[in-house]
């Protein structure tokens, strides 16, 4: 977890005359428990931290302008395409210079075609309501998706800003460093290696103590070249000292690619099959013979 929310500080606080405690105090105290409890119950709820936002303010549009309704026909088209396979889609909505806008979402690489068309759909839902109403260039980021758009063409080119970050509060020793250092270097190499038309992403587990596994994670935009996409995980791992240095988990996302690494399993573990238990052979005496 990225955060701990206290909602008590201090010394145990015991009530002694229940006479001196009115009715209605009481009501307030069982309303914000019956609230904590309904909140712990909800696992699936978004974690503190996302999303993460860009929306500068000197890029705006008029509302009830042309420029809207491309927006919102672009918006429309990427929440249509959520549930490829490929979890990626760029497209474009409007002709005339000015107010012709580029857009695309990127999915976390593990996602199914449902969940990721749940992420899109609330990020196209919120950036709008929620975050950036009348900006022309906009990059939410989730923990299971991103989107992005700009009245500037951006659908092939590598762009490394702007840099979100977020890391666990918890130091780790050097060992744990080293280790994430190797890791994330062979996890970047999975994601490059992947066939042309794959999705640039990897994941890959290491042991750290008997009892606690490093899991890393890393993706790109499918569209960019490979060397691209190199220079972008590269740039992000480098930041990682930077922002996050000896940090017990981290996440750094840009707008082409993304880091995380964290000791507990935070995507869909791929079952290794040379690791697989093998069927034993049956007994002699459970062999079944042949008739006749």
């Not at 107010?99 to 449902?114: A, H, K, N, V």
Request: hydrophobic share 35%; aromatic share 10%.
């Amino acid at each position: 977890m990225f955060y701990k929310l206290n909602l008590l500080h201090g010394p145990d606080h015991t009530i002694m005359g229940m006479p001196s405690f009115s009715v209605s105090m009481l009501l307030v105290v069982l309303s914000l428990l019956n609230f904590i409890s309904e909140a712990q119950r909800r696992p699936g709820q978004r974690r503190p931290g996302y999303p993460f936002l860009y929306c500068p303010e000197e890029t705006t549009f008029t509302p009830i302008s042309t420029y809207q309704s491309n927006l919102h026909d672009l918006l429309s088209s990427l929440t249509s395409n959520a549930n490829r396979e490929s979890g990626y889609y760029n497209t474009t909505a409007g002709q005339s210079p000015g107010t012709t806008i580029y857009g695309l979402f990127l999915c976390r690489g593990d996602l199914t075609p449902e969940k990721c068309q749940k992420c899109v759909a609330t990020a196209t839902k919120e950036i709008i309501e929620k975050y950036c109403p009348v900006g022309k260039v906009a990059v939410i980021w989730y923990n299971e998706c991103m989107l992005r758009y700009s009245n500037q063409s951006f659908l092939s080119t590598m762009d490394d800003t702007p840099i979100r970050y977020q890391h666990h509060p918890q130091d780790m020793p050097d060992r744990f460093t080293q280790l994430l250092g190797t890791t994330l270097n062979d996890t970047i190499s999975r994601a490059l290696n992947a066939p042309s038309g794959a999705k640039k992403f990897a994941t890959k587990e290491a042991n750290y103590t008997d009892l606690q596994t490093l899991y890393t994670l890393v993706q790109c935009i499918p569209v960019l070249l490979s060397s691209d996409c190199n220079i972008c995980l590269r740039r992000l791992k480098a930041f990682l000292p930077v922002c996050c240095n000896g940090k017990q988990g981290a996440v750094a996302m840009n707008s082409s690619c993304s880091i995380r690494y964290e000791i507990y399993p935070f995507y869909q573990l791929q079952v290794d099959p040379s690791r697989a238990p093998l069927l034993a052979p049956p007994a002699p005496g459970n062999v079944p013979r042949p008739k006749g």
